[in-house]
């Protein structure tokens, strides 16, 4: 449907996702996505012309329809031809009409079955059922319970995300009845990515239990590693005396400044595999590891029945 040779989708990470990234995994037969939390539209638009001059290969965009921006990236991904769009953070429905109109697909990542239905129901091409075990913003189901009551419920494909850093990931999700997975936290340490270096660092030291999720109490629960930063915010949280509007103004800002600066303040988001990434290696070979890893592992399995 997408034009992509391996099922692997590169999630559209804010501030991670740009054209660097996204071009080595569509050139490596993935979908690379570049995210649309960037420093504003134009710096979005110049990041997809970007993309373009270093890959001749499918590629994506992802819109949080809860940006301030949101409706001129939607207008803009319209005048840039971009065929690909993932979507978070609210529903596509009010663009879905110019989005199809300009033969766009349109795949949003949801969190439960009755969200899925909804964007099923709105013309979605496809959807990225995400479980709570990936980094950055989660919902409540994980996504070993997920990913099937969605496929079950749905007739159009589903991707599955959240957890999966390896071929066996992506084998468990494929018998789960996904067509397709999405992968994040693995690609932060991909030789193409651009974060800083402190944030590659503490992704390759991560441990298991390296992720926290905070922000629970604010109606927006964020998975990232355990750091003075979320810490910090996990004791605001808690105490009654502190504002939300405080605890807001304290984290405003943090996942650019881990991102940009490897700044000990700011946001390190990830998901709960961190503790499975132990080297940087080029997106090609992440891509690869996916599918042949998913490939041996069904294959033993089948061996043995």
Known sequence: MLGIKYP???GGMAWVADASLAAAVS???GLGIISSINAGTEA???EIRKCRELTDKPFAVNIMLQAPNAPEIAQMVVEEGVRILTTGAGS???YMETWKAAGIKVIPVVASVALALKMQQAGADAVVAEGAESGGHVGELHTM???PQVVDALDIPVIAAGGICDGRGAAAAFMLGAEGIQVGTRFLVAEECTVHQEYKDKILKASDISTTVTGKTLGHPVRSLKTPFSKSFAKMEADPSTSQEDILAFGSGALRKAVKEGDRNGSYMAGECAGMVRKAEPA?????????????????FASRL
């Open 44 to 46: 979005v638009r110049n």
């Open 284 to 300: 090609k070979d992440i891509v690869e590891d996916l599918i042949l890893g998913a490939e041996k592992v069904i294959a033993d």
């Open 8 to 10: 692997v989708f590169q």
């Open 145 to 147: 319970p997920l990913v």
């Open 92 to 94: 596509p429905a009010k």
């Open 27 to 29: 050139n490596a037969g």
